[in-house]
């Protein structure tokens, strides 16, 4: 049969199918030509391949966000290609726009879609072409058609010979998360249903079924299954992961697709298969549950699930990946397409083999110092991961501990990929799943670990079986434990309350102050619901009862340091006998250059802790840190020998209990130094608090004033939408504002704003004058939207009304701010950004400042800032007035926070993080003391917007650059394709480097002036800014230089002592 033999015969059909449907009004414009369609597409596929099979999903499963139809070839199993129909308008063209969204789903398979109306087919390719066939003109001429022969093309385009299809494991693993995603997806708009809304006998069973199973999940295994979201997911983890599992055991013995794809089916169920189907519990009991979903060819399960078996099929590894795939390259990439946020709720990072290698040969090394009667060759013993992720920990324990056969390696995981991941890792490390390997499916904070679940006689099978796990897992979990090991989740985000137990919570007190030193807004109490500090004291509780045990977990390098640890370090203190710290990841927060082994934003380090039976007179401590090496550099060092000789000994800890050695420094004169601020009124300041926090910043701030106004009034405009607003405005730039924040109530609020002339000089950065629309009513419609992220700070706003105000801003933990320590303050004449500092929320401390807003009828005035009690003895020790002292001591202040001499002298002490402010060393000496201020007062004036300062002479009228690259003496500013546009060059290096609070200033000022941000050429004047900005900063550095003989001598000198 021709085409053109099929394709007449088809209109014919057509016409009369489509003819009876629409007269009698019984069937839709969609649904009236929809057999004539299939027996086409079933001629066609003919004509082409006999081997072309087409699987006609049914239209009442039209909501299952399956396409129409689907072709795959019966030998190989390998799909063609999907094909969505709509209703026909016998006359205009399909409008494809209205689809687009739809079809793109199906084109995530990477697998091309057909979209017809029946007369006009378009042709979708994953790369994201498109092209239109119509079989004939419209309006169509029923009676007369012409008809198009040229729509085989298309037709041969879409069945291309579809052979087995060889592909990398990470390949693999894409494919199964988009799939993955796309159930966890239709699990959840399921489960949001009550029984009675589905629509068929079909669709109402499995909601039946799958709200059965979620009670009985949550009950009998992880409460935080409460969730419907984490229900959808869990069970699209193991649905997924069951089948690549399946896929990786039947893989080589299936003589063909259509074999494996049996095969793969029948793994679950198996008697055969037993062997590798009792070591993932739940995964089989789970499976065996929906049974009755995933052999139905009607449910959305079955339909899911066979798509995907077609799939693996269809599928065969490359030869090199067979072998030995990368399990911490396969979990990245799946988490990347299945749900980012997933990463950020459970702090999924996966260890690197190296690291992992690295820390069990340094726990060996230990023991063999530390407890050297301690044998793991010749007597039984249990070690445990409590977070095993996909397992790497437990590989390098199998090979490294070389352990007694009847000795347990132990790994506990809360998600299901993962979970299997581990388990594929096992079954590939010899002939056989090593016997000694337990891997269980728990949550390890649960009260289920510390007190064993009870059977209830009543339970059904399958409770039975989840709690049977559950108790599996407490008794592995139970004492002694010789070595605990492992990379705790880190993740501040309590993405379920349900995930921590009762029992768990409880021993978190013994990480937090007493009660009565608690305070009601600390932050530092906020940080101990990070989940790995839960798994520390998990830790620490085995590890008490096992003694001699040690433990070794990979956690956030700011648990050495930060104040919100200091209590949970106090207690391993008391607890541990020997500790050893390796920093081997900076925290790249603080914008430094970093070459980190872990793609975070955190640092990360290795914790290696050891309890003895003997009593705990004195812990060592021992640190080393490589956080200099670059990525290859320390994965080479975790690939050489453990050495345990090159450590630095801390042999006392401080008051913060810090686990980081400092730099020696004169604590007993920095003790009779003032406090920027303290309790009890006895700092130099009296209140201080965090600035205006604004969202987004990119919506309310702008260098140029009449940008800033332009901006906002073409946003304000109803028929600007977000699109338009975005692509005028915010292209190029990082993090544009975003839609949610941009809705008519905030436009309406904008354009008030605008119209009431509420735009003022901001503090944005350091050195860096910008504008701001300040209007409480604009800020209460942004503080309602999706998002939040708006604070209003009304102590500072009402300060700085007041122009008799001025203050400056203090980086709240300077250690944050980069590798080494630099000026970690700038002043601020105007109302300061809540971010002058890189990290952390800078406070500002001003010369007057109103008390604490606390109630409705809140006095606003502002009122003298300084303790009095210094301002008393100041007053008598200069003959000054204290009213005139209150800005000569701001300065002062100032002065010496900018000490480059100060900051070299006591960086032991003020290189710290969160958790004490500076102390200021105030002179007797009346004259070294108006000198020093007198600085002040210069620094703070260069610092000034308006400041004037001598430039060299540049002819250049105009200037507009997207790019530029700072180089060691060069600035080169290059337009949007890279192309370099003008060149600075034999520029003073220290100027380019030149940072303050975490921030480059040349490099700020070069971003917020670059197309992206400023939206326009830059003319004379803002080139001459520029220019100004680099005399500014040359004269500051030279008067800092000069500063710092003063400041030598106030500390060589006599000091004002402490009231």
């Given at each position: 049969m021709?085409?053109?033999?099929?394709?007449?015969?088809y209109?014919?059909?057509?016409k009369?199918?489509?003819?009876?449907?629409?007269?009698?009004g019984?069937?839709t414009?969609?649904?009236s030509y929809?057999?004539?369609l299939?027996?086409?597409?079933?001629n066609?596929?003919?004509?082409i391949?006999?081997?072309?099979?087409?699987?006609?999903?049914p239209?009442n499963?039209?909501?299952?966000?399956?396409?129409?139809?689907?072709?795959?070839?019966?030998?190989s199993?390998?799909?063609?290609g999907?094909?969505e129909?709509?209703?026909?308008?016998?006359?205009?063209e399909?409008k494809v726009?209205?689809?687009?969204s739809q079809?793109?789903?199906?084109?995530?398979l990477?697998n091309?879609v057909?979209?017809?109306?029946g007369?006009d087919?378009?042709?979708?390719?994953?790369?994201?072409k498109k092209?239109?066939f119509?079989?004939?003109?419209?309006?169509?001429?029923?009676?007369?058609?012409?008809?198009?022969?040229?729509?085989?093309?298309?037709?041969?385009t879409?069945?291309?010979?579809a052979?087995y299809?060889k592909?990398?494991?990470?390949?693999l693993?894409?494919?199964?998360a988009?799939?993955?995603?796309?159930?966890?997806?239709?699990?959840l708009?399921?489960?949001q249903?009550d029984d009675?809304?589905?629509e068929?006998?079909?669709?109402?069973?499995t909601?039946?079924l799958?709200?059965?199973?979620?009670?009985?999940?949550?009950?009998?295994?992880?409460?935080?299954l409460?969730?419907d979201k984490?229900?959808a997911?869990?069970?699209a983890?193991i649905?997924s992961f069951?089948?690549?599992y399946?896929?990786r055991?039947v893989?080589k013995?299936?003589k063909?697709?259509k074999d494996?794809?049996?095969?793969?089916?029948d793994?679950?169920f198996?008697v055969?298969?037993?062997?590798?189907?009792?070591?993932?519990i739940p995964?089989?009991?789970l499976?065996?549950?929906?049974k009755?979903e995933?052999?139905?060819?009607?449910?959305?399960?079955g339909?899911w699930?066979?798509?995907l078996?077609?799939?693996?099929?269809?599928?065969?590894?490359?030869?090199e990946?067979?072998e030995?795939?990368?399990f911490h390259e396969?979990?990245?990439t799946?988490?990347?397409?299945?749900?980012?946020?997933?990463?950020?709720?459970?702090?999924?990072?996966?260890?690197p083999r190296?690291?992992?290698?690295?820390?069990?040969?340094?726990?060996k090394a230990?023991?063999?110092?530390t407890?050297?009667?301690?044998?793991?060759?010749?007597?039984k013993?249990?070690v445990?991961?409590p977070?095993?992720?996909?397992?790497?920990f437990?590989?390098a324990m199998?090979?490294?501990?070389?352990?007694?056969s009847?000795?347990?390696?132990?790994?506990?995981?809360?998600?299901?990929?993962?979970?299997?991941?581990?388990?594929?890792r096992?079954?590939?490390?010899?002939?056989?799943?090593p016997?000694?390997i337990?891997?269980?499916?728990?949550?390890?904070?649960?009260?289920?670990?510390?007190?064993?679940?009870?059977?209830?006689?009543?339970?059904?099978?399958?409770?039975v079986?989840?709690?049977?796990?559950?108790?599996?897992a407490y008794q592995?979990?139970?004492?002694?434990?010789?070595?605990?090991?492992?990379?705790?989740?880190?993740?501040?985000k309590?993405?379920?309350?349900?995930?921590?137990?009762?029992?768990?919570?409880?021993l978190?007190?013994?990480?937090?102050?007493d009660?009565?030193d608690?305070?009601?807004r600390?932050?530092?109490q906020?940080q101990?619901?990070?989940?790995?500090?839960?798994?520390?004291?998990?830790t620490?509780?085995?590890?008490?009862k096992?003694?001699?045990?040690?433990?070794?977990?990979?956690?956030?390098?700011?648990?050495?340091?930060y104040?919100?640890?200091?209590f949970?370090?106090k207690?391993?203190?008391?607890?541990v006998?020997?500790?050893?710290?390796?920093e081997?990841?900076?925290?790249?927060?603080?914008g430094?250059e970093a070459s980190n082994?872990?793609?975070t934003?955190?640092?990360?380090?290795?914790l290696?802790?050891?309890l003895?039976?003997?009593?705990?007179?004195?812990?060592?401590?021992?640190?080393?840190?490589?956080?200099?090496?670059?990525?290859?550099?320390?994965h080479e060092?975790?690939?050489?020998?453990?050495?345990?000789a090159?450590?630095?000994?801390?042999?006392q800890?401080?008051?913060n209990?810090?686990?980081?050695?400092?730099?020696d420094?004169?604590a007993?004169m920095?003790s009779?130094?003032?406090?920027?601020?303290a309790?009890?009124?006895?700092?130099i300041f009296?209140r201080?608090?965090?600035?205006?926090?604004?969202?987004?910043?990119?919506l309310?701030?702008?260098s140029?004033?009449?940008?800033?106004?332009?901006r906002?009034?073409?946003?304000?405009?109803?028929?600007?939408n977000?699109?338009?607003?975005?692509?005028?405005?915010?292209?190029?730039?990082?993090?544009?504002?975003?839609?949610t924040?941009?809705?008519?109530?905030?436009?309406n609020?904008?354009e008030?704003?605008?119209n009431?002339?509420?735009?003022?000089?901001?503090?944005?950065?350091?050195?860096?004058?910008?504008?701001?629309?300040?209007?409480?009513?604009?800020?209460?419609?942004?503080g309602?939207t999706?998002?939040?992220g708006m604070?209003?700070r009304p102590?500072?706003r009402a300060?700085?009304?007041?122009?008799?105000?001025?203050?400056?801003?203090?980086?709240?933990?300077?250690?944050?701010?980069?590798?080494?320590?630099h000026?970690f303050s700038?002043?601020?004449?105007?109302v300061?950004?809540?971010?002058?500092s890189?990290r952390?929320?800078?406070h500002i401390?001003?010369n007057f400042?109103p008390e604490y807003?606390?109630?409705?009828?809140?006095?606003?005035?502002?009122?003298?800032?300084?303790?009095?009690?210094?301002?008393?003895?100041?007053?008598?020790q200069?003959?000054?007035?204290?009213?005139?002292l209150?800005?000569?001591?701001?300065?002062y202040?100032?002065?010496?926070l900018?000490?480059?001499?100060?900051l070299?002298?006591?960086?032991?002490?003020l290189?710290?993080?969160a958790?004490?402010?500076a102390?200021?060393p105030?002179?007797?000496?009346?004259?070294l003391f108006?000198?020093v201020?007198?600085?002040?007062?210069?620094l703070?004036?260069?610092?000034?917007?308006d400041f004037?300062a001598?430039?060299?002479k540049?002819d250049?009228?105009?200037?507009?650059?997207?790019k530029?690259?700072?180089?060691t003496?060069?600035?080169?500013?290059?337009?949007?394709?890279?192309?370099?546009?003008?060149?600075?060059?034999?520029?003073d290096?220290?100027?380019?480097?030149?940072e303050?609070?975490?921030?480059?200033?040349v490099?700020?000022?070069?971003?917020?002036?670059?197309?992206?941000?400023?939206?326009?050429?830059?003319e004379e004047d803002?080139i001459?800014e520029?220019h100004?900005l680099?005399?500014?900063?040359?004269?500051?550095?030279?008067?800092?230089?000069e500063?710092d003989?003063?400041v030598?001598?106030i500390?060589?000198?006599?000091l004002?002592?402490?009231?």
């Amino acid at each position: 049969m021709t085409f053109q033999h099929i394709a007449e015969q088809y209109f014919k059909d057509l016409k009369k199918e489509f003819s009876i449907g629409t007269s009698t009004g019984e069937a839709t414009g969609e649904l009236s030509y929809r057999m004539s369609l299939d027996n086409f597409f079933k001629n066609v596929a003919e004509k082409i391949d006999k081997k072309i099979d087409r699987i006609h999903e049914p239209k009442n499963q039209g909501k299952l966000g399956r396409p129409d139809w689907r072709f795959h070839n019966s030998d190989s199993m390998g799909v063609y290609g999907y094909v969505e129909a709509k209703g026909l308008d016998q006359n205009k063209e399909i409008k494809v726009s209205d689809y687009e969204s739809q079809v793109e789903r199906y084109l995530v398979l990477e697998n091309p879609v057909i979209l017809t109306d029946g007369i006009d087919f378009v042709l979708f390719t994953h790369d994201g072409k498109k092209k239109l066939f119509s079989l004939c003109n419209k309006p169509i001429n029923w009676e007369k058609p012409e008809l198009n022969l040229e729509v085989e093309v298309l037709f041969k385009t879409f069945f291309k010979k579809a052979g087995y299809r060889k592909v990398t494991e990470n390949q693999l693993v894409n494919e199964v998360a988009k799939r993955a995603r796309s159930l966890s997806e239709e699990l959840l708009e399921l489960l949001q249903l009550d029984d009675d809304e589905g629509e068929t006998k079909v669709e109402r069973t499995t909601i039946k079924l799958l709200k059965e199973l979620k009670s009985t999940a949550e009950q009998s295994h992880d409460k935080s299954l409460i969730d419907d979201k984490a229900f959808a997911g869990f069970i699209a983890q193991i649905l997924s992961f069951g089948l690549l599992y399946a896929h990786r055991v039947v893989d080589k013995a299936a003589k063909s697709p259509k074999d494996k794809y049996q095969k793969i089916h029948d793994f679950w169920f198996s008697v055969l298969e037993k062997e590798y189907t009792d070591k993932l519990i739940p995964f089989r009991t789970l499976v065996h549950e929906l049974k009755s979903e995933l052999d139905s060819e009607l449910s959305r399960l079955g339909i899911w699930y066979d798509d995907l078996r077609r799939m693996l099929a269809h599928i065969q590894l490359k030869d090199e990946q067979i072998e030995q795939p990368d399990f911490h390259e396969l979990y990245e990439t799946f988490l990347s397409v299945y749900d980012p946020e997933t990463r950020f709720d459970y702090g999924a990072y996966y260890t690197p083999r190296s690291l992992a290698f690295y820390t069990v040969n340094l726990v060996k090394a230990v023991i063999k110092k530390t407890l050297p009667n301690l044998k793991l060759e010749t007597t039984k013993h249990k070690v445990i991961d409590p977070c095993c992720g996909t397992g790497t920990f437990i590989e390098a324990m199998l090979e490294r501990f070389n352990l007694l056969s009847n000795s347990s390696i132990i790994g506990f995981e809360i998600l299901p990929a993962p979970y299997a991941l581990a388990h594929y890792r096992m079954t590939m490390l010899g002939e056989k799943y090593p016997d000694n390997i337990k891997i269980i499916l728990t949550n390890t904070l649960s009260d289920n670990l510390f007190e064993e679940v009870k059977i209830k006689k009543d339970a059904s099978e399958i409770s039975v079986l989840l709690l049977q796990e559950q108790q599996a897992a407490y008794q592995l979990a139970n004492p002694p434990l010789t070595i605990i090991i492992g990379n705790p989740p880190s993740t501040d985000k309590k993405f379920q309350p349900q995930n921590e137990g009762e029992i768990i919570k409880q021993l978190m007190e013994d990480f937090r102050p007493d009660a009565d030193d608690r305070k009601g807004r600390q932050n530092t109490q906020k940080q101990l619901q990070n989940d790995f500090v839960k798994f520390i004291r998990w830790t620490i509780y085995r590890a008490e009862k096992s003694v001699p045990s040690v433990f070794a977990l990979i956690l956030p390098s700011g648990f050495a340091k930060y104040n919100t640890y200091k209590f949970a370090r106090k207690y391993l203190s008391e607890k541990v006998s020997d500790l050893w710290i390796l920093e081997f990841d900076t925290d790249n927060r603080t914008g430094a250059e970093a070459s980190n082994v872990f793609k975070t934003l955190q640092g990360r380090l290795a914790l290696v802790g050891v309890l003895r039976s003997e009593a705990n007179k004195k812990v060592n401590i021992n640190y080393q840190s490589i956080c200099n090496l670059n990525r290859q550099q320390k994965h080479e060092f975790f690939n050489s020998e453990v050495s345990l000789a090159d450590w630095t000994a801390i042999n006392q800890l401080d008051e913060n209990y810090s686990f980081k050695p400092a730099s020696d420094y004169d604590a007993e004169m920095y003790s009779q130094f003032w406090a920027l601020t303290a309790e009890n009124d006895e700092g130099i300041f009296l209140r201080h608090c965090s600035s205006l926090k604004l969202a987004p910043t990119h919506l309310l701030v702008h260098s140029s004033e009449g940008q800033l106004k332009r901006r906002s009034k073409f946003i304000a405009k109803a028929e600007n939408n977000y699109a338009t607003i975005k692509e005028k405005w915010y292209s190029g730039q990082q993090k544009p504002p975003p839609g949610t924040k941009i809705n008519d109530a905030v436009k309406n609020k904008l354009e008030k704003a605008v119209n009431a002339k509420n735009i003022f000089k901001y503090s944005y950065r350091p050195f860096l004058e910008s504008y701001v629309l300040l209007d409480e009513n604009l800020f209460d419609e942004l503080g309602k939207t999706k998002g939040g992220g708006m604070r209003d700070r009304p102590e500072i706003r009402a300060a700085y009304s007041n122009k008799n105000v001025f203050g400056f801003a203090v980086a709240p933990a300077p250690e944050d701010l980069g590798q080494t320590l630099h000026k970690f303050s700038s002043f601020c004449w105007n109302v300061p950004d809540n971010d002058l500092s890189t990290r952390g929320n800078a406070h500002i401390f001003c010369n007057f400042f109103p008390e604490y807003k606390k109630k409705k009828d809140w006095d606003s005035k502002v009122k003298t800032n300084i303790n009095p009690t210094l301002l008393s003895t100041l007053s008598k020790q200069f003959s000054i007035k204290e009213e005139k002292l209150i800005n000569l001591l701001t300065f002062y202040c100032y002065a010496v926070l900018s000490s480059e001499f100060y900051l070299d002298q006591f960086k032991g002490k003020l290189y710290n993080v969160a958790g004490e402010w500076a102390s200021i060393p105030i002179t007797a000496d009346k004259d070294l003391f108006l000198l020093v201020t007198k600085f002040g007062e210069q620094l703070a004036n260069i610092e000034a917007g308006d400041f004037k300062a001598k430039t060299p002479k540049d002819d250049l009228t105009g200037l507009e650059y997207h790019k530029y690259k700072i180089e060691t003496d060069s600035i080169r500013f290059m337009d949007e394709k890279g192309n370099l546009i003008k060149q600075y060059i034999d520029l003073d290096e220290d100027i380019l480097q030149f940072e303050v609070s975490g921030y480059s200033v040349v490099r700020e000022w070069l971003k917020l002036h670059s197309y992206p941000y400023y939206r326009k050429q830059l003319e004379e004047d803002e080139i001459k800014e520029f220019h100004t900005l680099l005399s500014k900063i040359r004269l500051y550095k030279d008067t800092i230089s000069e500063l710092d003989k003063s400041v030598e001598e106030i500390l060589n000198g006599k000091l004002l002592a402490k009231k």
